[in-house]
Nanobody, 125 residues
Framework: QVQLVESGGGSVQAGGSLRLSCAAS????????MGWFRQAPGKEREGVAS???????SYADSVKGRFTISQDNAKNTLYLQMNSLKPEDTAMYYC???????????????????WGKGTLVTISS
């Protein structure tokens, strides 16, 4: 059974940094396309970044140059390093897995097969 568990959320001031983690289990890690998504209050969930089995990455325009997605295959863990945080980055952040090995950019929500429960990020101005 695939399980994804996010951690690392919290409250920081604008300009600060956070690193989110997503611990994966129940499948052979690094064989899936993995992504980070977020949902701000009152808004639809959106894709933030993705990384595939080759380590190729994609980012939403709103986070390019500020966020970095990475993975540690030995630890079965996905990361999202978030720098220069802005109040508009406030959201629940979700980790998700698409069972296909390659991502097509930042995947649409419907492409993802498994989801974590999320971790809350709050950025104050």
């Amino acid at each position: 059974q695939v399980q994804l568990v996010e951690s690392g959320g919290g409250s920081v001031q604008a300009g600060g940094s956070l690193r989110l983690s997503c611990a994966a289990s129940g499948y052979t890690y690094s064989t899936y396309c993995m992504g980070w998504f977020r949902q701000a209050p009152g808004k639809e969930r959106e894709g933030v970044a993705s990384i595939d089995s080759n380590g190729s990455t994609s980012y939403a325009d709103s986070v390019k140059g500020r966020f970095t997605i990475s993975q540690d295959n030995a630890k079965n863990t996905l990361y999202l390093q978030m720098n220069s945080l802005k109040p508009e980055d406030t959201a629940m952040y979700y980790c998700a897995a698409d069972t296909r090995p390659y991502c097509s950019g930042v995947p649409p929500l419907y492409a993802m097969d498994y989801w974590g429960k999320g971790t809350l990020v709050t950025i104050s101005s």
